[in-house]
């Protein structure tokens, strides 16, 4: 299979830079694939995962945050609002930051910010999941 | 006389002190600043990326002539927000001088601004003169931290959908190199007509957009945003370590001066004085003999 370049980058660092055979996006109308040859295209990413399959070896995932993606010729560009490799996932933290939304979602008093509550748990859900090989 | 070399003796120890904390906070400063200047670089290609794709998608939207996002429609109003950077620690020469200065010119010239505080300088200076901030962010530290740029990219991106304003300006510090930092107005929001004219190179390929380009739109402007935001962040932590370099090399440096005006004097009171024993000696000396 033909090979093109995936690039996901967040403002802080490059997270990875490698050739791959295919990308699968989180889109925010569903999750859709990449192929080398793409016409060129520029979508908005929601929160979930890439997985993406490297031109030798076994395909790899990384928990994303939300952002954009643009491909361009050979060159698949992803820029993210967090994004981290399953690798480096901190589930430790992950677990800390989902017990504290749930808890936050649980005692709804007063004007508490729901959204960003749940939007913390839904991160913290997919970083598990990421991290956990599904 | 000899009052007076124990004095000099005494303020040579007390400036000597002095100079090895400036030293110290040189050396930290210094220590900081390689890091910090490494970030600085490394976030200017994904702004210039951003800002590329942005320009791309708002030419493709004017040519299918839609609608622009409505949060990007000009407003034609005039009340402004002004984010300004500064330290929340002195110390640092002309630093936040420069900045306030800035701001100060700024609310005079509009006075329709509500501001967003970075830094505790600039808000205690702000605060004795009975301005409140719309949001304040104050002990960040003192490297640029994503989440941080991320969180008032987001606040003051709430503030401009709901309306509390039509133009967004970052004052900051933008870092040249170690000793030249230069004070920056830079215009945000709405969109400056340069970022439409910005085109990657090679002949632009015709994208679809998914979900659409007002979709795409949406999604780049909040990036386009925080990028703006972590871009002025790390730009204003490097000059600020700069700065203070800077400011607490000169230091040292007066320090050590001072310190050398001061052993001569010290010298000199010491010679003195003994000239004036041995005059007293040669003195009692000669009463016996005679």
Known sequence: MAAFTLEVVTQE???????????????????????????????????????????????????????????HGSRLTVMAHTAELSEEIDVLRARQAKQRAEERLADRDGDLDIARAQIALQKALLRLKVANGD | ????????????????????????????AASKLRSAQETVISTRPYYERLTSSLGTALRAAEQAGEDMPAIIRDRAGDSHCLLVFAADRGLAGGYNAAIIRQAEAFLKEYPDTEMVMVGRKVRDHFRRRNRTALAEF???GDTANLRVAQDIGHVIFDFFVHGLFDNVTI????????????????????????????????????????????????????????????????????????????????????????????????NRARQAQITKEIAEIVGGADALES
């Open chain 1, 13 to 71: 660092r490059t997270v990875v830079m490698t050739e791959v055979e295919y990308a699968l996006l989180p889109g925010v109308d569903g999750s859709f694939g990449v192929l080398s040859g793409h016409q060129p295209i520029m979508a908005s990413l929601d929160l979930g995962v890439l997985e993406f399959g490297p031109l030798h070896g076994k395909r790899r995932k990384i928990a994303l945050g939300g952002g954009f993606m643009e491909m």
């Open chain 2, 138 to 140: 104050v002990g960040i």
């Open chain 2, 171 to 266: 004052l900051y510090t933008e870092f040249i190199n170690t000793v030249t930092h230069r004070v920056k107005l830079r215009p945000v929001l709405p969109l400056p007509e340069q970022i439409k004219e910005t085109k990657g190179d090679g002949p632009e390929p015709l994208y679809v957009y998914e979900p659409s380009i007002n979709g795409v739109l949406e999604t780049l402007i909040p990036l386009y945003v925080d990028a703006a935001v972590y871009q002025a962040l790390t730009e204003a932590k490097a000059s600020e370590l700069g700065a203070r370099m800077n400011a607490m090399r000169n230091a040292t440096d007066n320090a050590g001066e001072l310190i050398q005006e001061l052993t001569i004097s010290y």
């Open chain 2, 1 to 28: 006389m000899a009052q007076s070399s124990r004095d000099i003796k005494r303020r040579i120890s007390s400036i000597s002190k002095t100079q090895q904390i400036t030293k110290a906070m040189e050396m930290i």
